[in-house]
């Protein structure tokens, strides 16, 4: 096989495990807060919905989908971790095609400063950084057991703005490489949260008609008498 197929091949590779962490991403960000999302993405709605009333029903009257986004999480951690890896072993790394083009190793001329602010991501030691703490959550509570669950606090976390910029740092580097080989990349994955925008209208659509006395008394007491008639008269 020719040099510039296996760079080639190692791309495209990363970009697969990319879009597979992106994917993830999304669903467990939709999940967890489609207010939070829309707000951010602006996903166009039909029919248009109530963010504020859409987040409650999804956050707290479906614990489904908490539990949904939970495991999308780990998944996002897990494939993202591979793609920013740095070890020898890890064969699917920016960081491996990089030294590969460094050390002549691949017979390409990709210019290397199309992977500067990627090394800025992977050479930031702050402990604080979006990568350590993706990094510290794999190696301790996901990668092997759930042993160390209980130990989990919010400030492991990166927040969803902070992981989304780090997501559109690794876009960057990802659409300048693949100019080089005259190729546009598709980084749309809107089209695979199709099929929860769908349960979402049927979710919508049960609590604003239901007469579940529990249901309707929870949503007086956390939004208010005003927003929960106009949510049952359909007034937003």
Not at 14 to 40: D, F, N, Q, V
Not at 68 to 95: C, H, P, Q, T, Y
Not at 144 to 161: N, Q, R, V, W
Request: net charge neutral; hydrophobic share 40%; glycine share 2%.
């Amino acid at each position: 096989m020719e040099e510039k197929n296996l760079c080639r091949e190692l791309l495209d590779n990363i970009y697969i495990l990319y879009i597979k962490a992106k994917i993830a991403l999304a669903e467990t960000h939709l999940m967890r807060s489609p207010k939070s999302y829309c707000e951010k993405f602006e996903p166009k709605f039909d029919p248009k919905y109530n963010l504020t009333v859409l987040d409650y029903l999804i956050r707290v009257e479906s614990p489904g989908y908490n539990e949904l986004s939970r495991k999308g999480w780990i998944l996002f951690v897990l494939e993202i971790m591979k793609i920013l890896a740095k070890g020898k072993d890890d064969n699917f790394s920016i960081m491996k095609l990089y030294n590969k083009l460094l050390h002549k190793e691949f017979n390409e001329d990709i210019p290397l400063q199309y992977f500067t602010d990627f090394l800025k991501i992977i050479n930031d030691n702050n402990t604080t950084s979006v990568l350590n703490k993706l990094k510290t959550l794999r190696d301790k509570f996901y990668a092997h057991s759930d042993a160390d669950i209980g130990k989990m606090t919010d400030e492991l976390f990166p927040t969803y703005d902070e992981a989304w910029n780090l997501m559109f740092r690794i876009e960057k580097c990802l659409i300048a490489i693949y100019k080089y080989y005259d190729t546009e990349i598709d980084l749309n994955v809107s089209g695979f949260l199709r099929k929860y925008i769908r349960e979402f209208e049927r979710l919508y659509e049960f609590f604003r008609t239901t007469n579940d006395t529990g249901i309707t008394y929870r949503f007086r007491r956390n939004l208010g008498d005003n927003t929960f008639l106009a949510f049952r008269a359909n007034e937003f």
